[in-house]
């Protein structure tokens, strides 16, 4: 079922800026030398292991840092996020800048192939051995 | 449709949508044909107590916005952690409501 457009721009729009925000934060505690004690990950709270996103703050401030390898190594998940964090605020503001439906009509269609078994088998399975890769080696 | 038929209905499907929505559902049915009977008994609610228990044990992994269906909300949730940890206390509260709009929607959808 697909979203109402509104409501698509309202929660890409704050997921953008509590990234962004969330990020320089992550950033400033970096620079200052001290280690991000907010733990916000409510799984891995409860369980002591990781979820298939943990991580991925810190992989993405390696790929700032031009570190592609240990990024890779601590979450592959980065890449698709900042790839994500890069062209959906720029897409968002040229849709609504424009009146133009693109971003609800991909949306609408990216949900449809992710749903389909032949995509989200195989996706799920990959997402599967990282999550157990980084359990076993506590990221 | 005869109005046993659309209690019966009322009964076994009551609690899958508001409240506020079922003198609506009642009088969508009674003004339906006979025919759509077969087709309507037929249909699958999700139940919104299944959903609340899959999104709090396993709600920061999005596993309760996919069983909805809303798989782009779902891989977001996945993908940050439970939207930080936030949304997925967000849902806890929500998810039940959310639920029971999808059915409304399933049930409207059935009815065209």
Known sequence: MSLGQLRLH????IACVTA???????????????INSVELCIFKRITGLPCPSCGSTRSVLFILQGNFDEAFSI???GFAIIAL?????????????????TLQYTYGKAERILSKPIVAIPCLMLLGAHWIWAIFNHI | MESSKVDMFMMQNGK???SHYL????????ALDDSKWAMIQTLQFKDPTIILIVSLL?????????????????IGKLL??????????????????????KNLAKFHIALM
């Open chain 1, 10 to 13: 309202r929660i890409l729009g």
């Open chain 1, 20 to 34: 962004y925000i969330w990020l320089l934060y992550s950033y400033q505690m970096l620079q200052s030398g001290q």
């Open chain 1, 75 to 77: 979450n592959p998940l």
């Open chain 1, 85 to 101: 964090m890069t062209i959906l605020p720029i897409w968002l503001i040229a849709d609504i800048v424009g009146k133009k439906k």
């Open chain 2, 16 to 18: 899958f949508f508001e």
């Open chain 2, 23 to 30: 003198m609506q559902i009642r009088e969508d049915l009674l």
């Open chain 2, 58 to 74: 396993v709600g920061s992994l999005g596993v309760d916005r996919f069983m909805l269906g809303d798989t782009g909300l779902g």
């Open chain 2, 80 to 101: 940050t952690c439970g939207g930080l940890g936030i949304w997925t206390i967000i849902d806890w509260f929500s998810i039940m409501g959310v639920t029971r709009e």
